[in-house]
């Protein structure tokens, strides 16, 4: 019997997406507004989704305290008013779109929760554009 537990997050950065493999001219087409050398600002919502057995003992799948420091930690304070390009490691090789910071927390996560339970998350850039990972 699998059950979800889910929290959710927020982070504010700022990034530009850009690839240096690409001419300027490219960049621009591909990215847009996105490709702003000045950088620009996301209110990022992040939606974390672990699914396992409940522990017989606790009644919990994961104790929802531990979820909320492993993220905070690991994510916000990482992440929060941040330019991810320029004042993280993560993001210094890697364009910053939703998809390739959706991975990233994946990872971050993954090594904080226990094996046997399924991680899997959403990442909020707007209200309306937003991707899932489910993991590797
Ligand atoms: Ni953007």
């Given at each position: 019997m699998l059950v979800s537990v889910f929290r959710k997050a927020h982070f504010n950065a700022a990034h530009r997406l850009h690839?240096?493999?690409?001419s300027e001219e490219e960049n621009k087409k591909l990215?847009?507004?996105?490709?702003?050398?000045?950088y620009h600002g996301h209110n990022y919502t992040l939606e974390v989704k672990v699914t396992g057995?409940?522990?017989?003992?606790?009644?919990?799948?994961?104790d929802t305290k531990i979820l909320k420091d492993v993220i905070q930690k690991e994510i916000h304070d990482r992440?929060?008013?941040?330019?991810l390009n320029e004042d993280t490691v993560e993001f210094k090789e890697l364009n910053p779109t939703a998809e390739n910071i959706a991975v990233v927390i994946w990872d971050l996560l993954r090594p904080h929760i226990d094996s046997k339970l399924q991680l899997s998350l959403r990442l909020y850039e707007t209200e309306n554009n937003f991707v899932e990972f489910n993991g590797k």
């Open positions: 690839n240096p493999k690409l990215f847009g507004l996105c490709n702003n050398p000045s057995e409940i522990d017989p003992l606790t009644g919990y799948v994961i992440f929060d008013h941040r330019n």
